[in-house]
């Protein structure tokens, strides 16, 4: 029986812990902060045991890395170098579904090495976004084409009948991870040419997008495309974007929160006797640089908070972004739920509790790419190249009462991959992610039981 050990239990876990025991019959050690989070996936089945682990307690992870037969990292990506080299120190094999940072980049020779796999970015995006292109790429590549132009989208959202808020947008997964993640700067390619997004700056810079058959969408840059050059085998000349799609009207949003500078980790705040409206007040006067050390006036009116907001932001009071602060409480006399926390998480509680999924409402996952490619011209020399666009899209709803699409299209690619490595059948050693077809041709084979399957359109141009 082979051990695997799942550092983490959160929100996308349950379905590659189900898959672990249920499927493949191995044992699950499930170590993490919160053992209550563990035992209830678990669910009391035999081959299942959850551990207390918190992230410093490096010597535990020693003892956690060499006791297992893989290692599956779920945990905040900021960890993963310390779990990497403890794989390396007794060479189990790890993946994770997180992206590769640069000093998990560096450790490639260390990994080939020690004979293991460190696989990244095997969820959905990243993950089923790469599998889904370079099914593509390898296609075109093995007519005899050049692709010359890759986009790719991907987006965690409500099912389009439970879209029931004005942000168009409920959570799936870790919510401060979402704001957190909304301030990272973007790169990509226009014909070769770089375009950059700083963090601050990232919302200013999106598009309407209608991608066939699916709906119609604002996109945004998703962190640096740039670097997956190499990864997708493709030349500096080539445009290469990738996006995340959201419903309309997020993008001015976060642009808005960003400004005010509600998404702030910098430092924790006393929030005890203070309201929403008060929170909103401080922030405006942090952003305007008149900061008190109590974080704007007590009792601030409803009614003058949200005239500031519109103020200060430069919109009238009804515009659809002071709407959304109002329908989501930024602006009541409430008292905030929190005693103590930065400044995000007073806005991700509230959030939590207006954009959750209610009981028996239906996430969705849309995964769309669209490759342009010239192919060699027959006969006479003179003749023109033809060109066309291949298109391959996934959309995949999540069950009712049951687990969410985003948890599923998160975890269970990584849970496929795992045990092909376990099984022998992933040879390939060092940093990877599932950009080879000796991982992505199983990995969406067997994806497509479960209901992830890509459909293809292709248009000549």
């Given at each position: 029986?082979?051990?695997v050990?799942v550092l983490?239990a959160?929100?996308?876990?349950k379905p590659?812990v189900d ?6 019959g191995?044992r699950?050690?499930m170590?993490?902060?919160?053992v209550?989070?563990a035992?209830?996936?678990l669910?009391?089945r035999?081959a299942?045991?959850a551990?207390?682990w918190t992230?410093?307690?490096?010597d535990?992870l020693?003892?956690?890395?060499e006791?297992a037969?893989?290692?599956v ?12 080299r403890?794989?390396?120190r007794?060479?189990t094999?790890?993946?994770t579904?997180?992206?590769i940072?640069?000093?998990m980049?560096?450790?490639?020779e260390?990994?080939k ?7 990244n ?5 990243p ?11 390898d296609a075109i ?8 132009s890759v ?19 409920k959570?799936?997964?870790s919510p401060?991870g979402?704001?957190l993640?909304a301030?990272?700067p973007?790169?990509y390619?226009?014909e070769?040419?770089?375009v950059?997004i ?5 919302f200013?810079h999106?598009?309407?997008?209608e ?5 119609v969408f604002?996109?945004y840059p998703?962190?640096?495309?740039t670097?997956?050059l190499p990864?997708?085998d493709?030349?500096?000349s080539?445009?290469?974007?990738r ?14 929160l960003?400004?005010l500078?509600?998404?702030?980790d910098s ?6 006797g203070?309201?929403y409206?008060?929170?909103t ?5 942090r952003a305007?640089?008149?900061?008190s050390a109590?974080e ?6 409803t009614a003058?908070?949200r005239?500031?907001?519109?103020e ?6 009804i515009a659809?972004?002071?709407?959304r602060?109002e329908w989501?409480?930024?602006?009541s006399?409430?008292?905030?739920a929190?005693?103590r926390?930065?400044?995000v998480?007073?806005l991700v ?9 209610a009981?028996?409402?239906r ?5 769309h ?5 010239e192919?060699p ?5 003179n003749r023109p190249?033809r060109?066309e666009?291949r298109?391959s899209?996934m959309?995949?709803?999540g069950?009712p009462?049951g687990?969410?699409a985003?948890?599923?299209a998160v975890?269970?690619?990584a ?16 940093v990877l992610?599932?950009?080879v077809r000796?991982?992505?041709k199983p990995v969406l084979?067997?994806l497509?039981?479960?209901g ?10």
């Amino acid at each position: 029986m082979s051990t695997v050990v799942v550092l983490g239990a959160g929100m996308v876990t349950k379905p590659m812990v189900d898959y672990f025991l249920d499927r493949c019959g191995y044992r699950v050690v499930m170590a993490t902060r919160t053992v209550s989070k563990a035992e209830r996936i678990l669910a009391g089945r035999a081959a299942g045991e959850a551990l207390a682990w918190t992230t410093n307690e490096e010597d535990r992870l020693d003892e956690l890395a060499e006791g297992a037969d893989l290692v599956v990292s779920m945990i905040p990506p900021t960890m993963h170098i310390p779990v990497a080299r403890a794989c390396l120190r007794h060479r189990t094999p790890m993946v994770t579904t997180s992206f590769i940072s640069p000093a998990m980049a560096g450790l490639d020779e260390e990994a080939k090495a020690a004979g293991i796999p460190i696989l990244n970015e095997i969820g959905e995006d990243p993950g089923l976004d790469h599998m889904g292109v370079m099914q593509t790429l390898d296609a075109i590549r093995d007519e005899g084409g050049r692709a010359f132009s890759v986009t790719s989208y991907g987006a965690g959202l409500p099912a389009f009948e439970h879209n029931r808020n004005p942000f168009g947008y409920k959570f799936s997964w870790s919510p401060k991870g979402v704001m957190l993640a909304a301030q990272t700067p973007a790169a990509y390619l226009q014909e070769g040419r770089r375009v950059e997004i700083p963090g601050d700056r990232l919302f200013e810079h999106h598009w309407i997008v209608e991608i066939e058959g699916i709906g119609v969408f604002e996109t945004y840059p998703n962190r640096d495309s740039t670097r997956y050059l190499p990864w997708y085998d493709l030349d500096e000349s080539v445009s290469l974007y990738r996006g995340l799609l959201r419903f309309t009207g997020w993008c001015n949003t976060m642009r808005a929160l960003i400004a005010l500078g509600a998404l702030d980790d910098s430092e924790a705040i006393e929030w005890t006797g203070r309201t929403y409206a008060d929170y909103t007040a401080g922030l405006i006067s942090r952003a305007r640089g008149v900061e008190s050390a109590r974080e704007g006036e007590e009792g601030v009116s409803t009614a003058r908070v949200r005239e500031e907001t519109a103020e200060f932001l430069g919109v009238e009071e009804i515009a659809d972004v002071i709407q959304r602060f109002e329908w989501l409480g930024l602006f009541s006399g409430e008292p905030v739920a929190l005693e103590r926390g930065a400044r995000v998480d007073v806005l991700v509680a509230l959030m939590l509790r207006r954009m959750s999924y209610a009981p028996g409402e239906r996430d969705m996952i849309i995964v769309h790419d669209e490759i342009s490619a010239e192919f060699p011209g027959a006969g006479a020399e003179n003749r023109p190249a033809r060109r066309e666009t291949r298109s391959s899209s996934m959309v995949v709803e999540g069950v009712p009462h049951g687990d969410s699409a985003m948890s599923r299209a998160v975890s269970l690619p990584a849970a496929i991959a795992a045990r092909l490595i376990l099984e022998g059948k992933i040879e390939t050693t060092g940093v990877l992610m599932p950009t080879v077809r000796e991982i992505y041709k199983p990995v969406l084979a067997e994806l497509e039981g479960f209901g992830f399957e890509f459909s293809h359109r292709q248009t000549d141009i």
